[in-house]
């Protein structure tokens, strides 16, 4: 069984300037470890959390995702985050995950954070993704998604790492930070938060506290405040052999379609 290593950049981001960010996450990923296997950036990495939709919105052809596929490609790696889409007049908060051999994959955010009025800007994903990445089964989901343990629920282990990529504000990193550990608890797996830091052009400020929890609910790193780039080598025989010691997962109540990414 192939141990994975990934690794989260957190960082600030400029406000609604996306060749900036470019730029600046373009350095970043230079200096991320060679052996890295994924990589993955915060949400909406290119402009910061705006509901100015239709001023910095790309299409899927447009030069973030040209962006994002050569640099998977020179670094050998998967990497992931989410920026503003437009599809058919409408804009979508989208994840998009791109291997090195050029196969890319997408995820619409499901849960739209109503308290900013996201909403009115996006339309809403209907389906989850899962991932396959030396072996290891990942299944990503946007911010606000992490609140809604139906929508995140594993199971009979569908995957064994889940990632939530985020704009999380500072002044609810309580909520944050437990809900990532009962997510990864509950689903027994690993959970991967990957958050910004530095304030938006709303004045929200992101304390990051972007962290990698085990399936036992135990902290593999954690940092906040700081920009930083996070690497850990996650095993996947020690997760087998806990969902074997506990197989709680037998016991889930069932109700859900997933799709299988190769």
């Known amino acids: ?5 990934v690794s989260v950049i957190q960082s600030n981001v400029h406000w609604e300037d996306i060749d900036s960010n470019i ?9 991320v470890d060679e ?74 955010k499901r849960h739209l954070f109503r308290y900013a009025g996201e909403e009115r800007t996006y339309s809403a994903g209907n389906r989850n993704i899962t991932v396959q990445v030396k072996g290891w089964k990942v299944r990503p989901f946007i911010c606000y998604d992490l609140r809604f343990p139906i929508w995140t629920r594993n199971l009979k282990n569908q995957y064994d790492i889940a990632i939530f990529t985020a704009n999380w504000p500072g002044s609810r990193s309580l909520h944050w930070k437990t809900l ?4 990864a608890i509950e689903n027994q797996c690993y959970v991967l938060g990957v958050n910004r830091v530095g304030t938006d ?15 036992k609910g135990d902290i593999i790193f954690e940092k906040q405040d700081e920009e930083s780039i996070l690497t850990a080598k996650l095993s996947l025989s020690d ?3 806990y969902r074997e010691t506990f197989p709680f997962w037998k016991d889930a109540d ?3 379609n997933s799709q299988i990414e190769d």
């Open 1 to 5: 069984m192939h141990d994975l290593i």
């Open 23 to 31: 730029s600046m996450f373009d350095l970043k990923i230079d200096a």
């Open 35 to 108: 052996a890295a296997d994924l990589i993955v950036l915060p949400e909406m990495f290119t402009t910061g959390f705006t509901m100015n939709a239709p001023k910095y919105s790309e299409k899927m052809k447009g030069p973030t995702v040209q962006w994002l596929l050569k640099r998977s490609a020179q670094k050998k790696a998967h990497i992931t985050g989410s920026i503003i889409i437009e599809e058919k007049g409408k804009f979508f908060n989208r994840l998009i995950w791109v291997k090195p051999n050029g196969s890319l994959f997408t995820y619409d």
């Open 180 to 183: 990532l550990r009962s997510r």
């Open 201 to 215: 052009g709303n004045g929200i400020s992101y304390s990051g506290n972007s962290s990698l929890i085990d399936f």
């Open 239 to 241: 997760l087998i052999s």
């Open 254 to 256: 069932i109700n859900e």
